[in-house]
């Protein structure tokens, strides 16, 4: 597919956080019902992965094409993301942004992510590891779906509502 859907018809995305209700709820309980939402749809999530190996390093490349709305496992750790194809938008509990490729940017531990992709894009998340086997790799760096509130509830930093 070589449509590119406009910035600006976020709808999707936007519906799925105006449905509900936002006061008071922590942004990370708002993604998790995003993705029970979308979880059974395949045609808005279907994402092949690419895998890249490196002395020290892990990356994973994510393939999206436009319409495809995702939700990020949560990381344990530091780490940096690559956008290098296509637009995105973007929604982290500090608000919706639109990202266009080239971008580089730095994820924390604890975050999960909703994405909407405009057009095919690329975006490669980097890990620091000498590990290769994926299975220990997931191991290491991805928060279970329940651990996330205990993992949460260890971070120095308070796991901000949606404003």
Known sequence: MTEIIQPENTQYL?????????QSRSYVEVVRD?????????DLIDVP???HF???VYMRQMNAAAGTI???KMHRTEHMNILTKGSITV???NGIEFLRAPVVLKSMPGTKRIGYFHEDSSWITVHPTDETDLEVIEQQVIVPDDEIDQFLASLPNQ?????
Do not use: F
Not at 14 to 22: G, W, Y
Not at 159 to 163: D, L, S
């Open 14 to 22: 936007q519906s799925l956080l105006k449905s509900m209700e936002l």
């Open 34 to 42: 995003v993705q029970q939402q979308i979880q059974g749809n395949a």
């Open 49 to 51: 992965v690419v895998h």
């Open 54 to 56: 490196a002395p020290g």
């Open 70 to 72: 995702v939700v990020s």
């Open 91 to 93: 929604a982290t509990e």
């Open 159 to 163: 796991v901000k509502e949606i404003e």
